[in-house]
C-alpha cells in the first residue's frame, strides 16, 4: 500500500544481519529476529511500516527454544497486525526490553517474565505481575511443577 | 401578638406548684430537663422511624422499584427492624482505635444534632426553651457536630475515615458562613434573634412569610432561603454536599470503622439534622408554624394542634425535596464545594444581609 | 520504613510531580485502595501516594483475579476450553468467546455458516449494549449519582432477559462455538428484540437527561483526567479509550470480522459537545453513542438474517486442530481483545494467549493519575472502566 512497507521488506533492507526467518504467507505471517536486535527492528516498523501500536507481547514455550512474540497494530492506511519473533535458550531466556520506546510493553513484559521467566534486560521494573511476590516458578512453562503448599495452604487439590 | 408561653416555663410554674416552692432555677432547670428529654424522646421517633422509611421508600420509587414492603404493612416496621438489627449487632472497638474518643465521637454528633431540636417553635406553646438567642443556638449546635465527626475519623485511625472527617470540617466549617448569613437577613428583618419572635413576626396569611413579605423583600428572601437551604444541604451532608461519608469513593467516610449501635448514633443524626434544617427553614422564611390562610392569627390563635401540622407539612415538604436532590443529583468534588461556598453562596449571602439592613431602614 | 510496592521503595520511584508550593509542612499519605473497595471495580488495589487530597502516584497492583486462565486452556481440549475465556470480561462475554474462537477459525480454516456469523454479530452487539449500560451506570454510580444507574439497569435486564432466551445465561454464555453458534433464534424473539433496540434508542434522552448534561457531571467529568491519543497508543489503551481521544480506529470496520463489512453504522470518535478530547466526560459520551450505533447494527442484522445452518463444522470433543498458529483480534466493549493462537496438531490448543483490553488500558491509571484529586482519581477509573477479568486472566 501508499507509503508503508511489509516488515520483511523494511527489515530484510534495514537490518539484513538481523533477520534469522521471513514467512510471509499464510495465516501468520512473521519475522523472527535476533534478541539483540529487537529494539532496533521495532523502530524499523515504526518509522518504516507505520506501526503505532504495542499490541501484544506473548511468550510460547517449545521443547527447545521459548519465543517470545512480539504482535504491532499498524492503524492507517491499511490497517494490519505486524509480527515479530525472538527465540531464546530456555536455560536462561534475556532479551532488550521494549519498554523504554513502547509503554505498552512496560506490564506485557512484566507479564512475560512471571509467567514464562523470559528476562528483559534494561527493564524498568521487572517484578512480578499477576503472581504474588514470593512465588516461586513459572507456571506457563511446560515442565512447571505445581507447588504443594504456599504459605500453608494445601495446593494439590 | 400570638403565642403562648414555652412549654418549659408552664412546666416549671406547675412545678412549682406542685412542690410547693418559688419558681426559682433549679425548678426552672428541671423543668427544661424534662421538656428537653421529652423533645428529643419524641422526636427521635418520628425522625428515626419517619424519615427513614420515607427515605427509602421515596428512593425507592424514584429509581424505578418499590423501596421496604415485607417488614409489616408497606414496610412500616422496616426501620424498626433495623435498629433491633444495630442493637444486636457485634459492638467492634478494633484494637488500633483510639478506644475512648472512637467511644465518645457518637455520642458528640448525636447531642449536637439533636440539641438544636430545644429551641424549634413547633407549635404555638410548643417550644422547649425559649431562648432570646434560638438560631444563634441552632447554628452552634450544627458547628458541635464537627468536633464528633473529626473525633471519629481520628479515633478510627483508618486514613480514609480520617480524609472523609477532614473533608466535613472544610465542609461544614465554610457553609456555616453563608448558612449563618443567610439566617441574618430574617433576624434583620424581625430584629430579633429568638425563633419565637419570628415566627410570631410572621403571622398571619402567605404574604406575611418572610420569604415574600410585602413583596419587595423577595428579592432579599429568596436568595436568601436558596442559600440557606444548600448550605443547610452541606451542612447536614447531603448530596451533592456528601463527600464525608462519600460512599463509592471512601467505602464510608468517617464512619467506616463504627458498626451496630454506634453507627446508628451517626446515622439516627444525619436524618435528625436534615430535618432540623428543614424546620428552621420554615420557621426563619415559611412562616413557621402560621398555615398559608391567616387563621392561626385569627380564630384558631393558640391552637397547638393546627399550628402543629402545618409546621410539620411544610418541614416536611423541605425534607421530601432534600430526598429528591440526593437521588437526583451527582456529587461534587471538594474544590467544587469549596468554590461552591467562597465564590458563590458566600459573597451573594453577603449582598443579601446588607440588603435586608437597608430594607429594613427603609 | 520506607513503604514500598512490590519491593521498590517509593520514594526511589520516579515522582515527575513537581515540589507543590507550600508555606505549612505537610505530610504524605501513603493510602491502599484495596482490592475491597466499591469503586475499583473488581478486585483491584491501587497504592496511592497522596498530599492531602492531590494524587501524587497511583499504582495499580493486579493480580488479585488471576486464574491461570492461559494455563487451563492449554491443558483442556478444544470444546471444553470456550467457557474459560467468558470469566475474562464478564460483562462482555460473548465478545471474549468471539475473540478466542475467530483466531481458532482462522488457524483450522472452520468456515462459520453466514446465519451463524449475523446471529454472532446481533448477540455481541446485545452483549456490548449491556456492558455499556454497567459501565456508564457504574460511572454515574461512582460520581453519586444513584438513580440513572438503575435506570439504566432496567434496559439492561431486558436485554440480559433476551440473551437468557437465546443462549440458556445471564451473564456467562458459551453460546459461540468453533464454526458456529449453538442455539437458533425464533421470530418472536427477533421481534422483542427489535422493539428493546427501540427502547434503548429513547431512552437515551432520559439518560442524557438526568446525568449526561447534568451540570455538577459535566464539572465532575469534563476536562478531568485527559488521556490524549499519544499517551493511548504509546499504552496500547484501546476502545473508547482511544476513539475518545480522537483516534477513529474500530476493528469492525477496520479490520471486519464475521460479517461486520454487511453492516452500515458510523464510529463516534471524539471530541464530542461538551468537553474536551480524550477526557472522562468524552469517554462516557463514545459509550453511549457506541450504544446508538450497536442498535442500528442489531436492526439490520434483525433485518437481513439469512437462513441456513448456524454450526458449519462440529467441532466435537477430540477434534484436532492442524497445526499452524493465528493471530486475530476483534472488538470488545473495553477493547480489543487478540488470540494468539498456536496449535502442534493435538487435542488440546499448544498456546492461547488472549490479550484482555482491560490489561493494557488499567496501565495508564499510573500515568494520568499524577496530580489529580481523589475524586478525579475516581473519574479516572470509572471512564476507564475495566474489568478485572480481562486484566488478570
Known sequence: MSGVRSPAEALSDALPDAVVEVVAEGTHPFVRVEPESIVEAARVLKEQCGAEMLHQISGVDFEDRIEVVYHFARLAPDPDFLCLKVSLPRDDPVVPTLAHEWRAANWAERETWDLLGVRFSGHPHLFRILLPEDWEGHPLRKDYAFPESYHGIDCTQ | ?362 | MTPSIQGVALNQREASVPALPRDIQTEELVFNMGPQHPSTHGVLRVVLRTDGEVVLEAQPLIGNLHRCCEKILENLTYVQGVPYVDRMDYLGSLNMELGLVLAVEKAAAIEVPKRAQYLRVILCEMNRIASHLMAAGQFGLDMGAFTPFLYMFREREEGIRLLDEVTGGRLLYHYIRYGGVTRDVSDDWIGRTAVWCDRIDAHMQEYNDLLTYNHIFLNRACGVAIIDKQTALAFGATGPILRAAGVGRDLRKDMPYSSYEDFEFDIPVGPFDKGVVGDSWSRYKQRLLEMTQSTRIIRQALDKLPEGEIQHKKVTRGWKAPAGEAYVASEAPRGEISCYFVSDGGKKPYRCRMRGPSFFNIALLEETSRGLLIGDLIALMGSIDITLGEVDR
Open chain 2, 1 to 362: 401578638m400570638i403565642g403562648a408561653e414555652p412549654l418549659s416555663s408552664s412546666l416549671a410554674a406547675w412545678l412549682a406548684a406542685l412542690f410547693g416552692v418559688g419558681a426559682t432555677w433549679p425548678i426552672q432547670a428541671l423543668a427544661m430537663l424534662i421538656v428537653a428529654t421529652g423533645v428529643v424522646a419524641l422526636v427521635v421517633t418520628p425522625v428515626g422511624l419517619g424519615g427513614v422509611y420515607l427515605e427509602r421508600k421515596l428512593s425507592g420509587r424514584i429509581q424505578n422499584r418499590r423501596g421496604p414492603n415485607r417488614v409489616g404493612p408497606y414496610g412500616l416496621l422496616q426501620t424498626l427492624a433495623d435498629g433491633i438489627k444495630l442493637l444486636v449487632q457485634e459492638d467492634i472497638v478494633h484494637k488500633a482505635a483510639d478506644a475512648a474518643l472512637f467511644r465518645f465521637a457518637p455520642y458528640v454528633v448525636f447531642l449536637a444534632a439533636f440539641t438544636g431540636y430545644v429551641v424549634m417553635p413547633f407549635a404555638p406553646g410548643l417550644t422547649a426553651a425559649d431562648l432570646d438567642v434560638g438560631i444563634f443556638f441552632f447554628l452552634a449546635m450544627i458547628g458541635i457536630e464537627t468536633i464528633g465527626v473529626v473525633m471519629a475519623g481520628w479515633s478510627s485511625n483508618n486514613k480514609w475515615s480520617l480524609l472523609g472527617s477532614m473533608r466535613e470540617v472544610a465542609q461544614v466549617v465554610s457553609y456555616e458562613l453563608p448558612l449563618g448569613l443567610a439566617a441574618m437577613c430574617p433576624v434583620i428583618a424581625s430584629g430579633s434573634l429568638s425563633l419565637n419572635t419570628i415566627t410570631d413576626m410572621q403571622a398571619g396569611p402567605i404574604w406575611n412569610w418572610f420569604v415574600i413579605r410585602n413583596g419587595y423583600w423577595a428579592i432579599v428572601m429568596v436568595p436568601a432561603f436558596l442559600i440557606f437551604y444548600t448550605a443547610g444541604l452541606a451542612a447536614a451532608k447531603r448530596l451533592p454536599f456528601d463527600l464525608p461519608e462519600a460512599e463509592s469513593e471512601l467505602v464510608a467516610g468517617f464512619h467506616t470503622e463504627y458498626s451496630g449501635m454506634r453507627f446508628g448514633m451517626f446515622f439516627l443524626p444525619e436524618y435528625a439534622v436534615m430535618l432540623s434544617i428543614s424546620g428552621v427553614a420554615t420557621v426563619l422564611f415559611l412562616g413557621g408554624y402560621h398555615d398559608p390562610f391567616g387563621l392561626s392569627a385569627g380564630s384558631l390563635a393558640g391552637v397547638w394542634w393546627w399550628g402543629l401540622i402545618w409546621f410539620f407539612l411544610k418541614t416536611t415538604v423541605l425534607f421530601l425535596l432534600q430526598i429528591v436532590l440526593r437521588w437526583t443529583l451527582p456529587r461534587l468534588r471538594i474544590d467544587q464545594v469549596m468554590y461552591l461556598c467562597y465564590k458563590g453562596l458566600l459573597p451573594v449571602a453577603m449582598a443579601c444581609v446588607v440588603l435586608a439592613a437597608v430594607l429594613r431602614l427603609l
